[in-house]
């Protein structure tokens, strides 16, 4: 049996979003990507799209979680891997978001662990 690595459990979640690229300097650009999230915790995002999306680049999200509440944050895509149905499943880190959205996400963690 396969060992756990990561850090936070996974959370279901399915929204739809558009990132917005970072480009040099944390300036957004025009370059939008609309993807859909299959997941989330405390440290990353999981999600699909149709578009190509580099690894190591950088994304400003508004991501609607189960409270209607909007979280802000950056992402860093760290992994891409492409479906069988010829859309793309990405793996992203967080890397820039407020505290208060992270505990939001931690406190919906234990939450469902009770529930």
Known sequence: MAQERRRHKRLDLEVS?????????????LKYATVNVVDISKSGVGFTSNEVLEVGSFY??????WTKEVINAVVEIVRRSKQ????YSYGSSFVGMPETD??????????????
Do not use: M, P, W
């Open 60 to 65: 400003d999200v508004k991501l609607q979680i």
């Open 102 to 115: 992270s505990l939001k996400i931690e406190i919906y963690q234990i939450f469902n662990e009770f529930s």
């Open 84 to 87: 069988e149905d010829g859309a």
């Open 17 to 29: 979003v558009e990132l917005e690229r970072l480009d040099e300097g944390g300036v957004t650009t």
